[in-house]
């Protein structure tokens, strides 16, 4: 009997990645040092590319209803509101920021794993690990636990996921760096409610001499602020007063409010940092453990959560023996990139929207407006934060075979309307519903209705087979051509919803062979 695979920490990343292999029927153990689940809340921001994977896994419902929808960004500086981001450019169900407390998004999580049948280990803490790169036995990874009582146990596991944060033990046993830097500027952050003229609707940014101001609403007038230079000066044993944040927002604010009733504050400091190596042996990294950045754009738990979707299938594949060990290495290669561009843009737009030099404020002022207000830019913007625009084109996995269309192996399958044949008759449907987040899914996009090539049909594909064609609105045929060219064609979807594969429809049946003999089948015994 395989040991269950070791995860270690419960905040967003280490629940995903326990639902995750859960989904897959993976045993697993998840562990966390803290007495509980968090009451406070640091992350607050769901964007929607983690909210299309939360509904493929029922749990998107639940977290819009509890959440409250940011679909503008309000921008400010010079005492006027320079330009407004307007996420309906995003091509997706969730055409917002969903802010939410990390606390109810953490209970979301538990709540899915506790359906299948995991709870959290509270009070267990990580104190030694240790793996032996040359062993045949099916757990060469070991651990050393600290139990709730005191007593020492030793695990032996075939994987561990350093899910604990940014002061991973895991991180520093192996001895990776953590890349990048500290930030000079001190910051406070509270959580209130905020009566004036700020709407629920946007997200509220004001640039100013005196520093950055953030107002991010999370409804019924409750806010959470982040402010760059507080007042006073920040020490252990104190943190931000409501009357200093109310003196920082009429500092930096044409807008009138008045703070009342907060609920918490803190004070911190911004890193920007990620490790080199997310997979060292049989020991992973994801989330804080791996990268850690500026709170700009709500960039760092969705990263996180989307660092386990892309890992965790892959695993299971693994673990069930229905894929090589060289897959893990796509983990590693697929989200180091993400990775280091959330680091860039995060701290470049800290230092633009932050920057207290006069001349830069002075050209943000009078361009910010005819920048801001672009049609591509808004496109552009929107679609990085919402985490849309993460491709794996350079993935080993993608495999792209024809020309035309919009999508390419490696690019997020689009969130549109398609018609689906089924028992002979055609529906209409999502294709984010019609994607399986369990299995790859072969979509067989035809123009004229070709159907699926019998040589398809006998290749043997392990997964879902779906044949799909444009809807008859008006513009339907168009918008499907776009996306998959003018000539009928195949799309090998992955388990996280991104192309691995593309083809022509007449030579889908040879490459889906390769493609699954390269990195979908058992691997071979060795001797």
Same mark, same amino acid.
């Given at each position: 009997?395989?040991?269950?695979?070791?995860?270690i920490g419960?905040?967003?990343t280490g629940l995903t990645a326990?639902?995750?292999?859960s989904r897959f029927g993976?045993k697993v153990r998840?562990i966390?040092k803290?007495?509980?689940?968090a009451?406070?809340?640091?992350?607050?921001?769901?964007?929607a590319?983690?909210?299309?994977l939360?509904e493929?896994?029922?749990?998107?419902g639940?977290?819009?209803r509890l959440?409250?929808?940011?679909?503008?960004g309000s921008?400010?500086s010079?005492g006027?509101?320079? /330009? !407004? *981001?307007?996420?309906a450019?995003?091509? $997706?169900?969730?055409?917002?920021i969903?802010?939410?407390s %990390?606390? =109810?998004?953490?209970r979301?999580?538990r709540?899915?794993?506790?359906r299948?049948g995991i709870?959290?280990?509270?009070r267990?803490e990580?104190?030694?690990?240790?793996?032996?790169a040359?062993?045949?036995d099916?757990?060469?990874?070991h651990?050393?636990?600290?139990?709730?009582?005191g007593a020492m146990?030793h695990?032996a596991?075939?994987?561990?996921?350093?899910a604990e944060?940014?002061?991973?033990?895991?991180r520093?046993?192996?001895d990776l760096?953590?890349?990048?830097?500290?930030r000079?500027?001190?910051?406070?952050?509270?959580d209130l409610?905020i009566e004036?003229?700020?709407?629920?609707?946007?997200?509220?940014i004001?640039s100013s001499?005196h520093?950055?101001l953030g107002l991010?609403p999370?409804?019924?007038?409750? /806010? !959470? *602020?982040?402010?760059?230079n507080?007042? $006073?000066e920040?020490?252990?044993?104190?943190?931000?007063? %409501?009357? =200093?944040l109310?003196k920082?927002?009429?500092?930096?604010?044409?807008?009138r409010?008045?703070?009342?009733?907060?609920?918490?504050s803190s004070?911190?400091r911004?890193?920007?940092?990620m490790v080199p190596?997310?997979?060292i042996?049989r020991?992973?990294?994801?989330?804080?453990?791996a990268?850690?950045h500026?709170?700009?754009?709500?960039?760092?738990m969705n990263?996180?959560?989307?660092?386990?979707?892309?890992?965790?299938?892959k695993?299971?594949?693994?673990?069930t023996?229905k894929?090589p060990?060289?897959?893990l290495?796509?983990?590693?290669s697929?989200?180091?990139?993400v990775?280091?561009?959330v680091?860039?843009r995060t701290?470049?737009?800290?230092?633009?929207?932050g920057s207290?030099?006069?001349?830069?404020?002075m050209?943000?002022?009078?361009?910010?407006?005819?920048?801001?207000g672009?049609?591509f830019?808004?496109?552009?913007?929107?679609?990085?934060m919402?985490?849309?625009a993460?491709?794996?084109?350079?993935?080993?996995?993608?495999?792209?075979h024809r020309?035309?269309?919009s999508l390419?192996a490696?690019?997020?399958i689009?969130?549109?309307?398609?018609?689906r044949?089924?028992?002979g008759?055609?529906?209409?449907?999502?294709?984010?519903?019609?994607?399986?987040?369990?299995?790859?899914t072969?979509?067989?996009?035809?123009q004229?209705?070709?159907?699926?090539p019998d040589?398809?049909?006998?290749?043997?594909?392990?997964?879902?087979?779906i044949?799909?064609?444009?809807?008859?609105?008006p513009?339907?045929?168009?918008?499907?051509?776009?996306?998959?060219g003018?000539?009928?064609?195949m799309?090998?979807?992955?388990?996280?919803?991104?192309?691995?594969?593309?083809?022509?429809?007449?030579?889908?049946?040879?490459?889906?062979?390769?493609?699954?003999?390269?990195?979908?089948?058992?691997?071979?015994?060795?001797h």
């Amino acid at each position: 009997m395989i040991d269950p695979v070791l995860v270690i920490g419960a905040g967003p990343t280490g629940l995903t990645a326990a639902l995750e292999l859960s989904r897959f029927g993976i045993k697993v153990r998840l562990i966390d040092k803290r007495d509980a689940p968090a009451t406070t809340s640091r992350a607050i921001g769901v964007q929607a590319r983690t909210l299309e994977l939360f509904e493929q896994r029922g749990l998107a419902g639940e977290m819009v209803r509890l959440g409250n929808e940011g679909r503008f960004g309000s921008v400010y500086s010079g005492g006027e509101r320079v /330009f !407004r *981001l307007d996420f309906a450019h995003i091509e $997706s169900p969730y055409p917002y920021i969903l802010f939410i407390s %990390q606390a =109810e998004t953490e209970r979301v999580l538990r709540d899915a794993l506790m359906r299948h049948g995991i709870e959290p280990e509270w009070r267990t803490e990580l104190v030694a690990i240790q793996q032996d790169a040359l062993s045949r036995d099916q757990s060469p990874a070991h651990a050393v636990l600290k139990r709730a009582d005191g007593a020492m146990e030793h695990v032996a596991t075939p994987w561990l996921i350093g899910a604990e944060g940014a002061h991973s033990l895991v991180r520093t046993t192996l001895d990776l760096p953590y890349e990048g830097h500290t930030r000079e500027e001190q910051y406070a952050l509270g959580d209130l409610r905020i009566e004036g003229g700020l709407t629920d609707t946007d997200f509220h940014i004001f640039s100013s001499d005196h520093g950055f101001l953030g107002l991010f609403p999370m409804g019924g007038e409750h /806010f !959470r *602020l982040i402010a760059s230079n507080p007042l $006073s000066e920040p020490s252990p044993a104190s943190a931000p007063s %409501q009357d =200093e944040l109310q003196k920082i927002f009429d500092q930096r604010s044409p807008i009138r409010a008045r703070f009342h009733d907060m609920t918490w504050s803190s004070w911190f400091r911004i890193n920007s940092r990620m490790v080199p190596r997310l997979k060292i042996g049989r020991l992973f990294l994801g989330g804080d453990s791996a990268h850690i950045h500026s709170p700009a754009g709500a960039q760092g738990m969705n990263t996180g959560i989307q660092d386990m979707i892309n890992l965790c299938w892959k695993l299971a594949r693994v673990v069930t023996q229905k894929a090589p060990e060289a897959l893990l290495d796509t983990y590693e290669s697929d989200r180091l990139p993400v990775m280091r561009n959330v680091l860039q843009r995060t701290d470049a737009l800290t230092t633009t929207i932050g920057s207290e030099n006069k001349v830069a404020r002075m050209l943000f002022n009078h361009l910010g407006p005819f920048v801001g207000g672009a049609d591509f830019v808004q496109e552009n913007a929107t679609a990085n934060m919402s985490q849309i625009a993460v491709s794996y084109r350079d993935s080993e996995l993608s495999e792209r075979h024809r020309g035309g269309g919009s999508l390419h192996a490696g690019d997020r399958i689009p969130t549109i309307v398609v018609r689906r044949r089924e028992n002979g008759a055609w529906t209409e449907t999502s294709l984010l519903s019609a994607l399986d987040p369990s299995h790859f899914t072969l979509l067989v996009a035809a123009q004229n209705g070709d159907g699926i090539p019998d040589s398809l049909r006998a290749a043997g594909f392990d997964g879902r087979v779906i044949e799909i064609a444009p809807t008859n609105e008006p513009n339907g045929a168009k918008r499907f051509a776009e996306i998959f060219g003018r000539h009928s064609c195949m799309v090998l979807v992955r388990p996280d919803g991104y192309a691995g594969l593309t083809s022509p429809l007449d030579l889908a049946a040879n490459r889906i062979a390769s493609y699954q003999t390269k990195w979908l089948s058992a691997p071979k015994a060795s001797h």
